[in-house]
């Protein structure tokens, strides 16, 4: 068995001229929660940040970014996000 796991982000542009997101989990892989699928999309955010930080991107302001996306993601009252089962666990 292989000690992989493979997460897929795919975006999808949509009539509005933004993206449609959708997190898949390809079949034959051991299942993950939704808590373990963004602890590792968490986590790959981090290792983004640490590496561009490299190509002279502040982490600071990326982090800013981040934060400040995911809050006006929660803020608003548009709630058109839809938990899929694309592979997860219960």
Known sequence: MDNKVLI???????????FDMSIILPKGQPKLTVKETIHFLTAGICLLIKSASKLN??????????FKHL????????????????GFDE
Do not use: P, R
């Open 8 to 18: 897929v982000v795919e975006a999808t542009q949509n009539l509005d001229n933004g």
């Open 57 to 66: 991107f502040k982490d600071y302001e990326l982090m800013d970014e981040v």
């Open 71 to 86: 809050n006006s993601e929660f803020v608003s009252t548009k709630n058109d996000a839809e938990i899929l089962n694309n």
